[in-house]
């Protein structure tokens, strides 16, 4: 799996990020796993024409020590589907850009 990962969170971090990422995203039924919804203007040739596999999302998983952004672009509605693949340019730098701003808005890392 390709990842965005930044590590060597400290405990009190985690914390902050953890009840961050609970109320802005919720809970996705998996201790750690965030569920991100991708910004439709992003959405590739091939997930605009997949209507009925919207909308698409990228996965974060917390650990006590790291953030990892799973670079696939995914839908929760299907396993298998064309339409889900690993994030193109544009997506890639969204995600990353989302889990930097997590750590400006929290004042982590400064």
Request: charged fraction near 30%.
């Amino acid at each position: 799996m390709k990842q965005y990962v930044i590590d060597e969170i400290r405990y009190q971090d985690y914390e902050k990020i953890k009840a961050y990422l609970d109320e802005t995203y919720g809970a996705s039924g998996l201790d750690g796993l965030y569920w991100i919804p991708l910004d439709e203007a992003l959405y590739s040739d091939i997930q605009q024409s997949h209507g009925d596999c919207a909308p698409f999302f990228m996965a974060m998983e917390l650990m006590e020590n790291r953030l990892a952004g799973e670079l696939l672009v995914r839908t929760r509605s299907r396993v298998r589907c064309d339409c889900i693949h690993y994030a193109d340019e544009r997506q890639r730098n969204w995600l990353i850009q989302t889990m930097d701003a997590i750590f400006e808005k929290l004042d982590l890392f400064t």
